[in-house]
């Protein structure tokens, strides 16, 4: 009867999926946030099929027009639809942001898991080296090691990752230091379990609510640092579309009079990292463990 009992009680617990709705109801900012990003995942797949032009196909007499109903955006000084242009670029951005702060996360966890864990030795070198990391200003490191390696979109990736890994690896470290020697973590190595199995399935769930805040402005942050080195020509090479070169190229023309070449790119760049902004406080609630009841 008492597992009877249990089991109807199981079923009628909230799942991962209750719990998600449940963060977007209670939160209209973090709905909002999720709301704009569906628009931007939208525009990143779908790019391809719903722009109506090719933003790679140069038309010399459509130079330089204005907004209109023919070109919601305008067009550029190579005679390119500024809207498609946008609209293609937004796949570019995301894809370097979320694949650098993935590996970022990734790489920073791992290390700061096993410093803050272990200690000793390993958490001397792991300090040494992410004081030298972060000794530089972030964004002048990311450039010269695009300098170096080449300005091609995985050394984009690689140089931005590299400059986000003291974030994941000093937050983990500190939050594995704070809960090793936890009741809950000295009942796990009670009831027989190894110390990789109390690291990865009991101490490090607690330290993802305040790395979901870490990421969702790492996220903004990659696609600034993306766009940055493509506006001063160490990003992305035309005539790839790519928000960070349309600003850099319609900069030129704003004195003469065709703002919209450099708005519209700007609008959607102040878009992305908005919205990835806004995502913080929605991503901790939904993964923090002591939220689910």
């Known amino acids: 009867m008492g597992a009877a009992r249990a089991s109807i009680e199981s079923i009628h617990q909230p799942g991962v999926i209750d719990h998600v709705f449940y963060v977007l109801r209670s939160n209209p900012v973090t709905m909002a946030a999720f709301g704009m990003l569906a628009v931007l995942v939208l525009a990143a797949l779908a790019g391809p099929s719903i722009i109506p032009y090719d933003p790679l196909t140069t038309n010399a007499a459509k130079a330089l027009q204005p907004p209109s109903f023919e070109h919601w955006f305008g067009t550029d000084n190579l005679g390119r639809d500024v809207f498609s242009r946008v609209v293609i670029a937004t796949r570019l951005d995301l894809t370097i942001s979320v694949a650098a702060v993935m590996l970022s996360f990734v790489i920073g966890s791992l290390l700061g898991a096993v410093a803050g864990y272990w200690g000793g030795w390993i958490d001397a070198v792991l300090n040494r080296v992410l004081d030298t990391i972060m000794a530089f200003p972030l964004f002048v490191l990311a450039m010269g090691i695009v300098a170096a390696l080449g300005n091609t979109i995985e050394n984009i990736i690689y140089a ?133 009841t």
Do not use: C
């Open 160 to 292: 931005t990752a590299i400059i986000n890994i003291p974030f994941y690896a000093r937050l983990v470290r500190a939050e594995v230091n704070i809960r090793r020697e936890a009741g809950f973590a000295l009942a796990a190595k009670l009831a027989g379990n190894s110390d990789l199995r109390v690291l990865a399935f009991h101490i490090f769930p607690n330290a993802l609510p305040p790395m979901m805040v870490q990421v969702s402005l790492n996220l903004g942050w990659a696609i600034l640092n993306a766009a940055g080195l493509s506006f001063i020509g160490l990003g992305v090479r035309p005539p790839t579309a790519e928000w960070g070169i349309m600003v850099a190229e319609g900069a030129n023309f704003i004195v003469s009079g065709e703002w919209w070449l450099a708005v519209f790119p700007g609008l959607a760049l102040i878009l992305a990292v908005f919205t990835f902004n806004l995502l913080g406080d929605g991503l901790r609630d939904m993964v923090d463990p002591r939220r689910r």
